[in-house]
């Protein structure tokens, strides 16, 4: 009995620790470490979501997405012909005829994208 | 308005802390940090580490814990969470330093440090210098980070009944040493713990 006494009065010295004198001091180095830390972090990710979306986008050019948008130029064109047809007066889908631009935006929005979606999966790893 | 957001953090629950941090929230964790720094330092330090060394293994220990505030569910106190990663840190560096080889010994004629007056009210700190290094580590993972004698077995890498047997010499030397009436004197000389 006087041993289980003793061996909570133990306990309770232990963990009633006195508070050291640079205990502030302490905690701030504590939360500039943390804080090293999460910038270096923040600064990886950020250099990985950027490298994942270049990839990416550059697998998506490389995998004939050009000729594709081109030939999606080329429909839009024929489509536009068939509309002016059936009503002459009609213009809407004039901006489809560009198909080049149409590349380079959706390609920059892809980077963009992809970047932005790796950089969430990385911050959620 | 910083300083409005720290008060709320004074005020706020260790497991409520725990749960802002756990959101990324590193003022929160340092809340924490503040309020039981003293005491994970205090722990290595009666495990036998040198105050600066303390310091080390106490603020690699902090890091280690917010990278894992999530697995902190709140069920015990964060004080024993996390000085149970600073024990078993301050165990891995005594390993891998291979400063851990002296504990294996089961000495039993261990020479015996001068015991003190049985009048002289003595701390703590003061009573655990008279114990071997074996027993301070051993005594202080069970009573100070509330590891069971198994787990401060498998922890130390020793058989279960060295860590027994370190544990009952250390407790056998630290009541002789302890005064009946210490836990009064001790509190009188804390800070503002």
């Not at chain 2, 039981?36 to 080390?56: C, F, I, K, N, P």
Request: net charge negative; aromatic share 6%; hydrophobic share 50%.
């Amino acid at each position: 009995m006087a041993e289980v006494e003793f061996e909570r009065r133990l306990e309770r010295l232990f963990a009633d620790a006195p508070e050291l004198p640079d205990a502030a001091a302490f905690a701030s180095r504590v939360e500039r470490r943390l804080a090293t830390g999460w910038t270096a972090r923040r600064w990886l990710i950020g250099a990985a979501g950027v490298a994942g979306g270049v990839i990416g986008a550059s697998q998506l050019i490389m995998s004939n997405l050009f000729q594709r948008v081109e030939a999606a130029g080329d429909s839009a064109k024929a489509l536009q012909q068939g509309i002016s047809q059936l009503a002459p007066h009609e213009g809407w889908v004039s901006g489809f005829a560009d198909g080049g631009a149409v590349v380079w935006v959706a390609s920059a929005l892809a980077i963009v994208a992809m970047g932005f979606a790796l950089t969430r999966v990385i911050e959620e790893l | 308005m910083s300083g409005a957001t720290n008060f709320s953090f004074a005020n706020l629950h260790d497991v409520e802390l725990a749960t802002h941090a756990a959101a990324g929230e590193r003022r929160a964790f340092g809340e924490l940090v503040r309020r039981h720094g003293s005491a994970v330092r205090g722990l290595l330090r009666r495990m036998g580490a040198q105050a600066s060394e303390a310091d080390d293994v106490a603020q690699d220990a902090f890091l280690t814990a917010f990278e894992r505030i999530a697995e902190f569910r709140g069920e015990g106190a964060f004080a024993g969470w996390v000085k149970r990663i600073a024990a078993r840190a301050y165990l891995r560096r005594l390993h891998k330093e291979r400063r851990l080889g002296p504990l294996a010994e089961d000495v039993a004629d261990e020479p015996d440090a001068a015991a003190p007056d049985a009048d002289a009210a003595i701390d703590l700190d003061e009573a655990m210098k008279g114990l071997s290094a074996a027993e301070r580590v051993c005594v202080t993972m069970c009573f100070g980070a509330g590891l069971s004698h198994a787990e401060a077995a498998e922890a130390l890498n020793l058989p279960l009944g060295t860590v027994k047997s370190h544990v009952k010499r250390g407790l056998e030397k630290l009541r002789a040493r302890l005064a009946p009436g210490d836990d009064a004197s001790l509190a009188g000389r804390r800070g503002n713990g």
